[in-house]
Every structure is written in structure tokens, then in C-alpha cells.
């Protein structure tokens, strides 16, 4: 599975900006798909998953913020970033994980500044 993320760029604070990952190849059977970000100087941390049955979980810092969704049919998974913050300035990436297998996509940056 190759992952490709896009759709970052430049906000002010209080914007909104909705990440696309593209997976090649099916999107059937995955376990879950996440979205990650790594702000400079820090280590990578865990924002999202939406799980194969539809499930979606967040992290406290983003939860009734952003939304994780996905388009079988466009084969994409999507972060939709609102009320974004300074401190959601970071590079984002998706990862997939299908059985033992995980994937990264290459990230995307969000930065978030007046």
C-alpha cells in the first residue's frame, strides 16, 4: 500500500483546512487508517483513526475539532481540520495498517499563523 497526503498550507487561526491521504490499491480489510502530525522539535504523535467497521477515535487535543472520514470509492481518507490553533502547526501524515503491514505517507505541512 502506497499512501499520499496533501491539502496542507498556510491558515489563520480560527481556519479550517481538510487533509486528503490517497491509498493505492484497495482499501478493503484495513485494520485502521491514522492520521499523525510532528510539530518542530517534537516527537510524532497520534491525532486520529478511523477503524476498519467505521470507528473513529481522537486525541484530547483535537477531539470535537477535527473529524477523520473516508471514501472507499475515491479510495481516500480525509482529516477535516476546523478551529485550527498555532499549536496545530505541524507536519502531518496518514498511516495504514493491514494485518502486520504498516504504511507511511510522505506528510504535509499545516502551519497555522496570523
Known amino acids: 500500500v502506497q499512501l499520499q497526503a496533501s491539502g496542507g498550507g498556510l491558515v489563520q487561526p480560527g481556519g479550517s483546512l481538510r487533509l486528503s491521504c490517497a491509498v493505492s490499491?484497495?482499501?478493503?480489510?484495513?485494520?485502521?487508517m491514522s492520521w499523525y502530525r510532528q510539530a518542530p522539535g517534537k516527537e510524532r504523535e497520534w491525532v486520529a483513526r478511523?477503524?476498519?467497521?467505521?470507528?473513529?477515535s481522537y486525541a484530547d487535543s483535537v477531539k470535537d475539532r477535527f473529524t477523520i472520514s473516508r471514501n472507499y470509492a475515491r479510495h481516500t481518507v480525509y482529516l477535516q481540520m476546523n478551529s485550527l490553533k498555532p499549536e496545530d502547526t505541524a507536519v502531518y501524515y496518514c498511516?495504514?495498517?493491514?494485518?502486520?503491514?504498516?504504511?507511511w505517507g510522505q506528510g504535509t505541512q499545516v502551519t497555522v499563523s496570523s
Open positions: 498511516k495504514a495498517v493491514k494485518g502486520v503491514t504498516s504504511s
Open positions: 490499491g484497495s482499501m478493503g480489510n484495513m485494520n485502521h
Open positions: 478511523i477503524y476498519g467497521g467505521g470507528t473513529t
